[in-house]
């Protein structure tokens, strides 16, 4: 199957500082991608819809700000979270269709002190 | 906006016993998909389904999708340790947007 690797695996950055996650299609292109948030024990939040090439779709209650998604090319969208807080300490997980299928990224615990 | 409603929320069997896990969506779905998550790990697809009362079988697993395509489920029968996890439903209206259900967490003692 198509494989979509996700970095960093975790991360722990103090308040106020940003944080950039990279999605990666290692086999195939991807022209959307779309990136989850999963708090302990719960399900996936869609968070947005990237694109590329063009803006990213956000979902209703995400902040566009906050959370910043560039995707810059056919394998690769990143999310940014600007001036994080304790409450965005999260598992961000990237994914991408590929043959029908939703590719998951390994995620991306963020912790924020 | 969409909701896809899932339950139970958690289920305990004993080795052996049979498992399901129910989907619900408030609108008419164009698919459904079934994903596993192991604890620390991420989703792993497991099987879609397209057509209205389809049904999908893989080995021990028995996938459905309702005729009104609004619901779906998952039956695992004679449960193993190695099926614990986190099983999810996935409904999509069309498009790549896809809604996740709450998930099943399945424990199984042996």
């Known amino acids: 199957g198509a494989v979509v690797s996700q970095h960093p695996s975790w991360v722990i950055c103090k308040s106020g500082t940003s944080v950039k996650i990279e999605c990666r299609s290692l086999?195939?292109?991807?022209?959307?991608m779309f990136w989850y948030r999963q708090f302990p024990k719960q399900s996936l939040m869609l968070m947005a819809t990237?694109?590329?090439?063009?803006?990213?779709?956000?979902e209703q209650g995400v902040e566009k700000d906050k959370f910043l998604i560039n995707h810059a090319s056919l394998t690769l969208s990143t999310l940014t979270v600007t001036s994080a807080h304790p409450e965005d300490s999260s598992f961000y997980i990237c994914?991408?269709?590929?043959?029908?299928?939703?590719?998951f990224g390994e995620g991306s615990r963020l912790t924020v002190l | 906006g969409q909701q896809v409603m899932q339950i139970p929320q958690y289920q305990h069997v004993q080795e052996g016993e049979d498992f399901t896990t129910y989907c619900n969506s408030s609108?008419?779905?164009?698919?459904i998909q079934w994903y596993k998550q192991r604890p620390g790990g991420h989703p792993v697809f497991l099987i879609q389904?397209?057509?209205?009362?389809e049904v999908k079988k893989q080995k021990r697993l028995t996938f459905q999708f309702g005729e009104a395509k609004k619901n779906s489920s998952l039956h695992i029968t004679a449960t193993q340790t190695t099926d614990v996890g986190t099983y999810f439903c996935?409904?999509?209206?069309?498009?790549?947007?896809?809604?996740f259900g709450a998930g099943t967490r399945l424990f199984v003692k042996a």
């Open positions: 389904l397209v057509k209205s009362g």
């Open positions: 086999d195939f292109q991807a022209t959307t």
């Open positions: 990237s694109n590329e090439g063009s803006k990213a779709t956000y």
């Open positions: 996935a409904g999509s209206t069309g498009g790549f947007k896809t809604i």
């Open positions: 609108t008419t779905l164009s698919n």
């Open positions: 994914s991408a269709f590929y043959g029908g299928e939703l590719f």
